[in-house]
């Protein structure tokens, strides 16, 4: 299997939807990520990826890198990794690792960022041995819903 990765689109969103839905109960209101999308797309700190197959089209994958400064010890950059998911078919065959690769690339080559973070739900077991497989350390973090 091929993989394209790029920027999401417009033409994206049916096959968004059904990737959100590896990570939520229900996929965003179409009409608000048309916007997003737009917004997105114009600030270049804001990187939504996916990932489509290049032999049938579908969207496979997705994630959201977020670029944002820190203002402590060499004040570089920090990326921010979200909504990271892969259709379920397609897991175990390096989706994910190549989104991550390319999206920790941009935030390296581009921003010169000092680390990447990520959020994981308490219950995605899978996606965080995933995670772990890739280099990331388990570390304290809180959420509060506002």
């Known amino acids: 299997m091929e993989l394209i990765l790029r920027k999401a689109e417009e033409k994206d969103l049916d096959g968004l939807d059904q990737v959100m839905l590896v990570i939520s109960d229900k996929a965003g209101d179409r009409e608000t990520v048309k916007k997003l999308l737009k917004k997105i797309d114009s600030d270049p700190q804001k990187y939504l990826m996916v990932a489509e197959d290049r032999d049938t089209g579908a969207i496979c994958g997705s994630l959201f890198g977020v670029v944002f400064e820190d203002i402590c010890d060499s004040c570089?950059?920090?990326?921010?990794?979200?909504?990271?998911?892969?259709?379920?078919?397609?897991?175990g065959k390096g989706v994910g690792r190549k989104m991550f690769e390319s999206i920790e690339a941009w935030g390296k080559n581009v921003w010169d960022c000092h680390y990447e973070i990520l959020v994981s739900g308490m219950n995605r077991t899978g996606a965080h041995q995933f995670y772990k497989a890739l280099g990331f350390i388990e570390a304290k973090g809180f959420k509060k819903y506002l």
Request: no cysteine.
């Open 76 to 91: 570089r950059p920090i990326l921010l990794v979200e909504n990271v998911a892969v259709l379920e078919s397609y897991q």
